[in-house]
């Protein structure tokens, strides 16, 4: 059992479907993005007084709208949306340490 579904993810990483969506946007525009929510992840453990309101409000906002994009575009492109619900998270969780601090 073990042995076929590996052979069967084997198959699916050599196939002409994944090196195609491996050059796509589909692939390369959320692996680009990412960059937002590991920085706001990495702000966590640093001083409150560096997040600005504004930039996180506007983060918030920008996340929203690319996970409703994300869900939105045929196909689907659920790496675009984890990464907008992870800087979501994450910004939603620096804009409350900004306002305990306030």
């Given amino acids: 059992m073990a042995g076929t579904l590996v052979r069967k993810g084997i198959d699916h990483l050599k196939s002409k479907e994944f090196r195609e969506y491996l050059t796509s946007t589909h692939f390369w525009g ?60 994450a910004q939603i969780v620096q804009g409350c340490r900004l306002m305990k601090y306030k």
Avoid at 71 to 79: D, E, F, I, M
Wanted: charge should be positive; charged fraction near 15%; proline fraction near 7%.
């Fill in 30 to 89: 959320p692996v680009a993005n990412w960059g937002l929510p590991i920085a706001a992840i990495n702000d966590m453990n640093k001083s409150p007084e560096i997040i600005s309101g504004r930039m996180t409000f506007a983060l918030t906002c920008y996340s929203l709208t690319f996970m409703r994009f994300a869900y939105k575009v045929q196909p689907r492109n659920w790496l675009l949306f984890a990464c907008h619900l992870t800087n979501e998270t």
